[in-house]
């Protein structure tokens, strides 16, 4: 069934007015004077990915520390169907809605836990010449701008995520504290109109789920802020954002005095030029884990896609996390502070950085697949417990991942 046919479909069950298809996905809705319109939407990836782990401590052989650990993982992350709906409203202001949810191609959404409905990207809101206002589910400032200079993937095999913020995720106010590349829920978003080719993204969370607390204790009413701005002059991009979590508790499990604020920045950079673009990323989060002890991580990568020759293409990157500072320790030794996924917090004695590199060839079939296969792998220091992302489990203290991968994504 082609787009136009299911476009008229749904556009007869919501009682909306068919519009033109845009060819990108991203693009604005086309939407006819005085009318309004609907889009369905979407993005198919599944990946394969076979990979070794030395060190795995508790894995299902048993494998003690030292031992090669192999498996190979079907993931299918960061695909999405949606619809998105707009219309005009005189003077140049209009209404729009999104819904996005998870579409997991594996068929292993359906369980329990699964993402439901309006899961990604999905708000409603007003803009017009002030810029766009809007409230719901949305990536904030920080992970939005991040992803235009990253060049590499945010999540699965290929994702960089875990080494530059920890990990990537949809999250409800305080949950996955050390995360920070977020999707937020209950939120309110503004984007400022385009000015000289600067742009400003700003967002702050309504600690909804802690309606009934009526007290400020730890954690209780806790507060994301984010503000990021973009400046695009031809090939050259940059960007910078900012980000406050405050009363997030991430330290609670150990500490049970934390009523503080935890901060993150990241700087960056994207450059065109003929038929390829380099993108570089610099990235600091100051956690506050109470009693008056901190914990602060930073991370930095250069990714870059080159089209060497008609739809073929090569994507590399390299990306790398400092030893952790600050005066906190998670727990007894060096272990991992508490929803951390993978940092070390051992007091700032060091041997907790780690690195995330990969080269893949990009097969270009049409604007909208492409087909990637290529190499990944993860470097830790002596006390370092990073891992590639969807393989859930960190290795032993210094140990190492790696992994062949293909993929194959369709826009829509």
């Known amino acids: 069934m082609d787009k136009k046919a299911i476009s008229l479909i749904v556009s007869a069950m919501f009682a909306i007015p068919l519009a033109a298809w ?57 695909n999405e169907v949606g619809f998105r709906g707009q219309e005009t409203l005189g003077s140049g202001i209009s209404a729009w809605f999104q819904c ?13 836990g699964a993402a439901g409905f309006c899961s990604r990207n999905s708000a409603i809101g007003i803009k017009g010449a002030f810029g766009n206002a809007y409230a719901g589910n ?6 939005k701008t991040a992803g235009a200079v990253r060049v590499v993937n945010s999540t699965g095999i290929w994702g960089a995520s875990l080494i530059l913020f920890g990990n990537s995720a949809t999250t409800n106010d305080n949950a996955q504290p050390t995360t920070w590349s977020r999707r937020q829920n209950n939120s309110i978003f503004y984007d400022t109109p385009v000015w000289n080719g600067i742009q400003v993204f700003t967002a702050m969370s309504t600690p909804s789920t802690s309606v009934g607390v009526t007290s400020n204790q730890s954690g209780g009413k806790p507060r994301l802020y984010s503000i990021a701005a973009n400046y695009s002059n031809g090939p050259i991009l940059l960007t910078a954002g900012y980000e406050i979590h405050q009363n997030f508790k991430p330290g609670q499990p150990v500490n049970g005095n934390y009523s503080g604020t935890d901060t993150g920045y990241h700087l960056g950079a994207r450059y065109e030029i003929g038929p390829g673009r380099v993108g570089v990323i610099y990235t600091k989060q100051k956690l506050d884990t109470g009693a008056g002890t901190d914990a602060n991580v930073s991370a930095w990568g250069i990714g870059s896609e080159w089209t060497v020759a008609g739809p073929h ?12 500072t600050g005066n906190f320790v998670a727990g007894p030794g060096a272990t991992l502070l508490p929803q951390s996924d993978n940092r070390v917090f051992n007091g700032g004695r060091g041997g907790t950085g780690g690195s995330l590199w990969q080269i893949s060839y990009v097969y270009l079939a049409s604007k909208r697949t492409e087909v990637t296969a290529g190499y990944v792998a993860v470097r830790n220091d ?6 590639l992302s969807g393989y859930t489990a960190a290795p032993a203290s210094g140990q190492n991942q790696s992994a062949f991968g293909i993929s194959i994504k369709n826009t829509f």
């Open 22 to 78: 845009s060819e990108d996905d991203a693009a604005p809705i086309a939407v006819p004077k005085g009318g309004s319109s609907l889009q369905i939407f979407g993005r198919a990836y599944v990946e394969y990915s076979f990979g070794s782990n030395r060190g795995q401590l508790g894995s299902a052989a048993g494998a003690p520390a030292g031992e090669l650990v192999s498996l190979d993982l079907l993931q299918a992350p960061d």
């Open 100 to 112: 996005a949810s998870t579409m997991d191609l594996r068929g292993a959404g359906t369980g329990a």
């Open 138 to 143: 949305w990536d904030t400032p920080l992970k």
């Open 313 to 324: 293409a090569l994507r590399a990157g390299y990306h790398r996390a400092n030893s952790t």
């Open 382 to 387: 002596a006390n370092a417990r990073y891992f």
